[in-house]
């Protein structure tokens, strides 16, 4: 079975400072790995994915994970916040190639100050 | 445009009734998921559907039941058996179970006991 951690339920930035969201996972079969955002009151959208190939993933609104193997890690970055990154996030892991279920972490809340 | 819509968007329940909640979704998708998220706890899978006719229980699956008797529809009733319903309520699809595309998500429907 697998899981997924994420370390510190709330994060707190300032505008423009860097993000670095942690997330650490548990698998007994190579990973698929995902992050997803989540807007109050909202579903979630997809950030980005790790599959197979380029271990520096790139997603969408300049943020970006690195698989890191030996680590056991997923961590999700972003060299410069900004208000509209404040929003929950989500790390999730999967061990079928066609998604079929997601074991997802609790969530880390990103607050961006002035 | 495509996508999947979750209705109402907020839902009130009295003691010892079932309430229904809808997901529909006009992506064509083979697989439906519905997900349940409290604060701090993530989401945790309740029931999902890989094809017409056929669902499997997910990880709390005790009282709630499903049905999929139509590709685009995935309703989810909330027994009175659930002793603890208020939450979050997120339905999920895919394309099917060898796609290699995330899980899209509606927006949610949020449940209280009145």
């Known amino acids: 079975a697998q899981s997924v951690t994420q370390l510190g339920s709330h994060v707190s930035v300032s505008e423009g400072a860097l993000v670095l969201l942690r997330c650490n996972y548990s698998s007994s079969v190579p990973p698929y790995l995902f992050w997803y955002v989540q807007y109050p009151n909202q579903g979630l959208q997809l950030l980005l994915k790790?599959?197979?190939?380029?271990?520096l993933v790139k997603g969408i609104n300049g943020f970006e994970a690195e698989f890191k193997k030996s680590e056991t890690s997923f961590h999700l970055t972003k060299p410069s916040a900004h208000m509209s990154d404040a929003a929950e996030y989500f790390c999730a892991v999967s061990v079928n190639p066609g998604y079929s279920t997601l074991t997802f972490g609790k969530g880390t809340m990103l607050l961006v100050s002035p | 445009d495509g996508g999947i819509t979750q209705s109402p968007k907020y839902l009130f329940r009295k003691e010892g009734q079932n309430v229904t909640l809808s997901c529909e979704q006009n992506?064509?998708?083979?697989?439906m998921y519905w997900y349940r998220q409290d604060p701090g706890q993530g989401l945790r899978l309740i029931y999902y559907s890989q094809i017409v006719n056929d669902f499997q229980k997910g990880d709390i699956a005790e009282g709630y039941s499903v049905s999929r008797e139509k590709k685009e529809s995935f309703p989810l009733t909330v027994t009175s058996a659930q002793k603890n319903p208020t939450a979050f309520y997120l339905c999920a699809s895919i394309p099917g179970l060898n796609s290699n595309q995330p899980q899209h998500f509606g927006d949610g429907t949020r449940l209280s006991i009145l």
């Open positions: 992506l064509n998708h083979d697989a």
């Open positions: 790790y599959t197979t190939g380029a271990t």
